[in-house]
């Protein structure tokens, strides 16, 4: 479990095609109390740590795992947002995070608010229903608030989020721009419910 409170952003330093992809990531981490096998969500998705050494580690990438995250994602020179799993007794600052990405969306505006950003993003008819005004979302790995949503012809939405420039100098989101694909986890309550509310209905 995470929480959505980026504490690194890494680098992919090299991407080696094997079965799956080994992709060695770079980053600020103390790593001499992370055991192999422990998990590391990159931007926003859960991985195994499979090797490491001072300031890298290395997971290993299924193709099922690229097909349902961010194209691009796993190129070499990418910015990865960092979070390392809970611990017992871990202050939870932003929401509950389980690293598996619902979708993909897309950055729609970038707009500056004050000293913040209003960030836009359009997702499909998919997810539009579990995304909700005030509900928490987790984009690239980022726990957010939604502040406001609007349905599109298609069924899907777009919907909005607020980064103060803390959260974007702390994560990849200082860089975001119009057309830029992102990770989508939507809120782990809001999943349960539609798949509760899904049962009931086809039960009628």
């Given at each position: 479990m995470f929480t959505g409170i980026i504490t690194d952003v890494g680098r992919?330093?090299?991407?080696?095609?094997?079965g799956d992809l080994r992709v060695r990531i770079g980053c600020g981490f103390d790593l001499a109390d992370l055991d192999l096998g422990a998990s590391i969500a990159c931007s926003g998705v859960c991985l195994t740590?499979?090797?490491?050494?001072?300031n890298w580690f290395a997971v290993d990438v299924s193709a099922e795992t690229r097909r349902r995250t961010a194209p691009g994602l796993w190129a070499e020179g990418a910015a990865l947002n960092l979070e390392r799993a809970l611990k017992v007794g871990d202050e939870?600052?932003?929401?509950i995070v389980t690293?598996?990405?619902?979708?993909i969306g897309e950055v729609a505006s970038v707009e500056p608010v004050g000293d913040s950003q209003r960030i836009g993003f359009v997702a499909g008819p998919e997810l539009a229903r579990y995304i909700a005004a005030k509900g928490s979302i987790a984009l690239d790995g980022v726990s957010l608030t939604v502040n406001e949503v609007e349905p599109l012809p298609d069924g899907g939405v777009v919907f909005a989020v607020n980064v103060i420039p803390h959260t974007a100098a702390q994560t990849s989101f200082g860089t975001l721009a119009p057309g830029r694909k992102v990770n989508i986890e939507i809120d782990i309550l809001a999943r349960y419910l539609g798949r509760m509310l899904d049962t009931r209905a086809s039960a009628m």
């Open positions: 992919i330093e090299s991407v080696e095609t094997r740590v499979v090797d490491k050494g001072e939870l600052g932003g929401h690293g598996h990405v619902d979708g």
